[in-house]
Nanobody, 120 residues
């Protein structure tokens, strides 16, 4: 059974940092592209950052230079280091895993989300 569990959200002031973690249980981690999405109040869910199984990364323009996505394959964990946080980063952050091979190819897995609130 595949499960994604996020942690690390919270309430911070503008300019501060947070690190989100996403633990992916099951056998899909090493074959998955993992992404962080967010959904702010009244907004659509957007892709923030993504990391492939070989470590390639990409980011939405609004977080480039401030956020860093990384993965620890030994711990089945993907991190999102968020620095210089802004009030507009306030959102529920979701982890997503998409296996790129094997029997789980084509599936799409989501975590439950973690709230990030940035006060001005």
């Amino acid at each position: 059974q595949v499960q994604l569990v996020e942690s690390g959200g919270g309430l911070v002031q503008a300019g501060e940092s947070l690190r989100l973690s996403c633990v992916v249980s099951g056998s899909i981690f090493n074959i998955s592209t993992v992404g962080w999405y967010r959904q702010g109040p009244g907004k659509q869910r957007e892709l923030v950052a993504v990391i492939t199984s070989d470590g390639s990364t990409s980011y939405v323009d609004s977080v480039k230079g401030r956020f860093t996505i990384s993965r620890d394959n030994a711990k089945n964990t993907v991190y999102l280091q968020m620095n210089s946080l802004k009030p507009e980063d306030t959102a529920v952050y979701y982890c997503n895993a998409r296996p790129r091979s094997g029997v789980y190819y084509g599936y799409n897995y989501w975590g439950q989300g973690t709230q990030v609130t940035v006060s001005s």
